[in-house]
């Protein structure tokens, strides 16, 4: 989608439901699902993939159509990862054929439909609590007849984007990613424990109330971001303006393709142009040793400035993932939660030997790390208790 008043309609009504100020009032759902996977990793460890990813998509179906998930398996939560698995094959959103071809835009949006259509019906008879389709639905009262047709086609693309969009893909890149280098570096599992041991103590859970004075957390969140970002090569952009970066032009109109396909409807309006993200945050001069995970890189101390924060990882400019905070706020809690309870360790055989994790990630837009194994335990008798009471 270009930038245009069309597009700002959609910026506009993901912002207002998901900027820094606003996503405060989630905290209650991310607690609540990650006391879910809490109590799943502890019961069923193997499937510590499918529970993240579980766990992703029943807070994009609570945020985004106020639906409570089936917390063992649920449907919603299933299209939400074909969804996501829709975005992950076609790839990147300049290589994906839709971009150039117009009229593939009308295929029909079978995706997002369901849970749409869910959230409608719930408003009809008042039993839905607020989210972003339940909010702007309410809003249409107010907007001219004339209207409304325009306004709906905007909740509803901007309803999809959270739905299949990558928000939900960076959570549990970076959830898998940070279970990972726990294995890799015990070291750094250890700090954060010995840190939640210090502030929140072995009677209760973390909350958000206690983030600031969990600062090595948070730089486990962001080194999780810098190691391994969830979309490697960014999202494409497209040049709308003739430009020349470092001696390189960058065309604005794409002539060859006007050559080799004057019979194709394509929009030839700029190059693509790709951030490659992976490079930025693994580059030596900003990250030293960049391939080793080392949140004290985003630890002030000792007279050195903190490296910069990864936020390339989120895109760049006013295309920026606006969801950021949410996802942020989200892998924030699980992380913090998760050692506050658990030990993870690298798995066993059979025959007592221990199974080395792979540290390879897979290709594509989104990248996830390979499926490994590992050993999950409770800290205590205590710890465990309190995963099995937990309700938030």
Known sequence: MRYSNWWRKHRRMFHEYFQLRVVPAYYPIQMKATSTLLQQLLQSPDGIFHHVRHHAGSIIMKTVYGYDVNPNCDQFVGLVDRAAESVRITGNVGTFLVDYIPI????????????FIYTSQSVDNGVVPPSLVFVNLAKMKNIEVSERKTYLEVIWNTASVAFSGSGADTTVSTVLSTILAFLLYPEVQAKVQAELDAVVGHARLPNFDD???????????????????????????????EDVYRGYHIPADMAILRFLCPFMLIPLVGATVVGNVWAILH????????????PDRFMPGDGKEPQPEPIAAFGFGRRIYPGR??????????????????????????????????????????SFPEPFKCTIKAHSAQAEALIDLAEF
Request: hydrophobic share 40%.
């Open 325 to 366: 905070h949410l996802a942020l706020n989200t892998v924030w809690i699980v992380i913090a939660s998760m050692a506050a309870t658990l030990s993870f360790s690298k798995a066993v055989d059979s025959e007592g030997h221990t199974v080395e994790p792979s540290d390879t990630y897979t290709d594509g837009f989104v």
């Open 283 to 294: 580059d030596e001069k900003d990250y030293p040793n960049p391939l080793v995970f080392d």
């Open 211 to 241: 983030r600031a004075q969990l600062p090595y957390i948070n730089a486990v969140v962001l080194e999780a971001l810098r190691w391994n970002p969830a979309l490697p090569m960014g999202v494409d952009h497209r040049c709308v303006k």
């Open 104 to 115: 593939l835009q009308y295929l029909p949006r079978w995706f997002p439909e369901e849970p």
